[in-house]
């Protein structure tokens, strides 16, 4: 193959790839939730028929876990400051200011992590994702 085939082949094999990584990843997250609910109801079914008292009922929380708002916040903050640095060093001053958008993404999770916080303290139901 020439090398302009194999240049154009390049992108093309990243988009195919990437969005099949993340079709998988869908669809394994699906099948696991629809496993734990499944065990879930067995579970539950079991012990309605034996007449022990029902385990309470676990809610998931995926997306929602505190802790988790923070360490996303920390790392786009950091990613962001990083590209500010690196690609300021390498490109020049503007080009390096790029780097600002994952950092205000970083002090936007942060920021919904403190009010989150602030909200539960005041013992106000978090809103659930």
């Given at each position: ?8 082949l ?7 790839f990437?969005?099949?990584i ?18 879930r109801?067995k ?30 916040g ?23 200011m ?8 970083g ?7 403190a009010?989150e ?7 106000e ?5």
């Amino acid at each position: 193959m020439e090398t302009d085939s194999i240049a154009v082949l390049i992108p093309i094999a990243g988009i195919v790839f990437g969005i099949g990584i993340a079709a998988v990843a869908i669809v394994t997250t699906h099948r696991e939730k629809v496993k734990r609910a499944e065990l879930r109801h067995k579970e539950r079914l079991a012990a309605m028929e034996k007449g022990i008292e029902l385990p309470p009922e676990i809610v998931d929380k995926d997306n929602g876990d505190k802790p988790r708002f923070l360490l996303q916040g920390l790392i786009w903050l950091g990613v962001g400051i990083g590209n500010f640095f690196a690609l300021g060093a390498l490109a020049g001053e503007r080009v390096g200011m790029l780097g600002l958008i994952p950092a205000a993404v970083g002090v936007a999770t942060l920021l919904y992590y403190a009010i989150e916080g602030r909200k539960e303290r005041k013992g106000e139901a978090a809103p659930s994702a």
